[in-house]
């Protein structure tokens, strides 16, 4: 059974960073890319990037270009979103979600569980 | 990006219903759509993919429909499990995007 389990919530002052991380079971985990979503309280789910935890490569919205880093250790089956300069609208539910596709049409099952990360001075 | 656009917002309904909510995308994306339920403070769950597809697990009272631009997801039985949130999402172009939401309430 495919299992992603995420770090605990954190509080951080805005201009900090936070990192996020994702650990996974029950698949092979470099044989799927890695996605992470968020929702910020009350509000809809917007996409943020993914990694091939095969070779590391990446892919990041251009909202989050420049602050967002997501990295992986196959030694552990965990993936890692790392978050710079935060701003009180990042306060939100940060997700990571498993590409269970294999063809062009990407998909997200299942979810994490969510990390809550509060940005308040 | 792809702008993806749900209808209704929000949407109330009883058990027993069959309801539809439609999504739109802002240029043709295909087949590749896929729809989520997301209940309070749980993260969401696939339900649909490649827009008609239905997920192992997921009760056949969800179809998934549409092709291009236009997409629409109908419950054929409304079941109490069912009040949540649906969101549509694509994945046509990089960066993915979701719908705003439609929000199924309980009448």
């Known amino acids: 059974q495919v299992h992603l389990v995420q770090s605990g919530a954190e509080v951080r002052k805005p201009g900090a960073s936070v990192k996020v991380s994702c650990k996974t079971s029950?698949?092979?985990?470099?044989?799927?890319?890695m996605h992470w979503v968020r929702q910020a309280p009350g509000q809809g789910l917007e996409w943020m990037g993914y990694?091939?935890?095969?070779?590391?490569?990446?892919y990041y919205a251009e909202t989050f270009q420049g602050r967002v880093t997501m990295t992986r250790d196959t030694s552990i089956n965990t993936a890692y979103m790392e978050l710079s300069s935060l701003k009180s609208d990042d306060t939100a539910v940060y997700y990571c979600?498993?590409?269970?596709?294999?063809?062009?049409?990407?998909?997200?099952?299942?979810w994490g569980p969510g990390t809550l990360v509060t940005v308040s001075s | 990006d792809i702008q993806m656009t749900q209808s209704p917002s929000s949407l109330s309904a009883s058990v027993g219903d069959r309801v539809t909510i439609t999504c739109r995308a802002s240029?043709?994306?295909?087949?590749?759509l896929n729809w989520y339920q997301q209940k309070p403070g749980k993260a969401p769950t696939l339900l649909i993919y490649?827009?008609?597809g239905l997920q192992s697990g997921v009760p056949s009272r969800f179809v998934g429909s549409g092709s291009g631009t236009e997409f629409a997801l109908t419950i054929s039985s409304l079941q109490p499990e069912d009040f949540a949130t649906y969101y549509c999402?694509?994945?046509?172009?990089?960066?993915?995007?979701f719908g705003q939401g439609t929000n199924l309430q309980i009448k």
């Open positions: 490649s827009a008609s």
């Open positions: 029950g698949y092979t985990f470099t044989g799927h890319f």
């Open positions: 979600a498993r590409d269970p596709s294999l063809g062009n049409n990407n998909w997200f099952d299942p």
């Open positions: 990694i091939d935890p095969n070779s590391g490569g990446t």
């Open positions: 240029q043709t994306i295909s087949k590749y």
């Open positions: 999402q694509q994945s046509y172009t990089l960066s993915y995007t």
